[in-house]
């Protein structure tokens, strides 16, 4: 795993600011009778006008710069003319470049009037996160994050996706070591002070594998039950883990989650 300095860690949270900022943008206009392709544009000249460079697009030949999975789309949905529609929930997955460092975000966002069940399940999803960031400090394993997410999702009825991962991230986007949504407490590296990880829990309503679609992207739950994504850019520190992609970088603190009644 590779270590960051403060100096590092300082540029990592100005490409965090610029990727949270584009995403922002996209999250204001993502309503019912949008495209995906629409929200593409709005992120990559937000990230475009900041002198930064969109991380996906390029990156083992993807496409785009955004990342859109709608309902069943775990992840890797590629922004098209398809509009979005009053009861979708869509996953926007952002990377941006800035100064040599990466910064990696996604959130599930509802469009219009969605069931409860769904947002239910991105509510989870996003607890999820939280509950195993909180396991995310110095001398604790990478188990421990790993399995605080997977017992939370199961505690709630639901699957964690197997096959993708989070990962640590730095110069190159994708950096060791891989973070799992699942495990055992107790193994895997101890984190030490300098490492930055993407965390990123994906959770399905029902236990289901993933299928990858023709286009060679687009990755959906084979049992079609809908998928939510959660993901933010942390740096481990003696303080805690600090939350680069949230606005102000907060190191983190539970109660600091507003309407948060999870148990750690
Ligand atoms: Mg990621």
Redesign the pocket.
Same mark, same amino acid.
């Given at each position: 795993m590779i270590l960051k300095r403060p100096t590092e860690i300082a540029i990592m949270a100005e490409a965090a600011d610029i990727n949270r900022e584009a995403l922002e943008l996209v999250a204001a206009s993502i309503r019912p009778g949008v495209s995906t392709l629409e929200l593409n544009k709005i992120a990559e000249d937000a990230i475009l006008s900041k002198g930064a460079k969109p991380a996906f697009k390029g990156l083992y030949n993807y496409p785009k710069t955004l990342i859109t999975s709608i309902n069943e789309v775990v992840v890797h949905g590629i922004p098209s003319s398809r509009i979005l529609l009053s009861g979708d929930i869509v996953s926007v997955?952002i990377?941006t470049f800035y100064k040599g460092y990466a910064a990696?975000m996604?959130k599930t966002y509802s469009v219009g009037d969605i069931s409860q069940e769904a947002a239910r399940l991105i509510d989870v999803t996003e607890k999820s996160f939280y509950v195993g960031l909180e396991q995310a400090q110095v001398g604790n394993r990478l188990g421990d994050v790993s399995a605080a997410i997977q017992k939370h999702v199961e505690d709630a009825g639901y699957w964690v996706v197997r096959e993708f991962v989070? /990962?640590g991230?730095g110069r190159k986007? /994708?950096e060791g070591p891989e973070v799992a949504n699942f495990g055992k407490a107790g193994t895997g590296p101890v984190l030490r002070e300098g490492l930055v990880l993407?965390i990123?829990p994906m959770v399905a309503q029902s236990q289901t594998a993933v299928e990858i679609l023709a286009d060679g992207w687009t990755a959906v739950t084979t049992n079609s039950s809908l998928a939510s994504h959660y993901?933010h850019t942390v740096a481990i520190t003696k303080e805690g883990p600090k939350i680069l992609t949230k606005k102000g970088q907060p190191v983190f603190s539970l109660a600091s989650v507003g309407g948060f009644s999870g148990k750690a």
């Amino acid at each position: 795993m590779i270590l960051k300095r403060p100096t590092e860690i300082a540029i990592m949270a100005e490409a965090a600011d610029i990727n949270r900022e584009a995403l922002e943008l996209v999250a204001a206009s993502i309503r019912p009778g949008v495209s995906t392709l629409e929200l593409n544009k709005i992120a990559e000249d937000a990230i475009l006008s900041k002198g930064a460079k969109p991380a996906f697009k390029g990156l083992y030949n993807y496409p785009k710069t955004l990342i859109t999975s709608i309902n069943e789309v775990v992840v890797h949905g590629i922004p098209s003319s398809r509009i979005l529609l009053s009861g979708d929930i869509v996953s926007v997955d952002i990377g941006t470049f800035y100064k040599g460092y990466a910064a990696d975000m996604a959130k599930t966002y509802s469009v219009g009037d969605i069931s409860q069940e769904a947002a239910r399940l991105i509510d989870v999803t996003e607890k999820s996160f939280y509950v195993g960031l909180e396991q995310a400090q110095v001398g604790n394993r990478l188990g421990d994050v790993s399995a605080a997410i997977q017992k939370h999702v199961e505690d709630a009825g639901y699957w964690v996706v197997r096959e993708f991962v989070g /990962h640590g991230i730095g110069r190159k986007f /994708h950096e060791g070591p891989e973070v799992a949504n699942f495990g055992k407490a107790g193994t895997g590296p101890v984190l030490r002070e300098g490492l930055v990880l993407a965390i990123e829990p994906m959770v399905a309503q029902s236990q289901t594998a993933v299928e990858i679609l023709a286009d060679g992207w687009t990755a959906v739950t084979t049992n079609s039950s809908l998928a939510s994504h959660y993901e933010h850019t942390v740096a481990i520190t003696k303080e805690g883990p600090k939350i680069l992609t949230k606005k102000g970088q907060p190191v983190f603190s539970l109660a600091s989650v507003g309407g948060f009644s999870g148990k750690a």
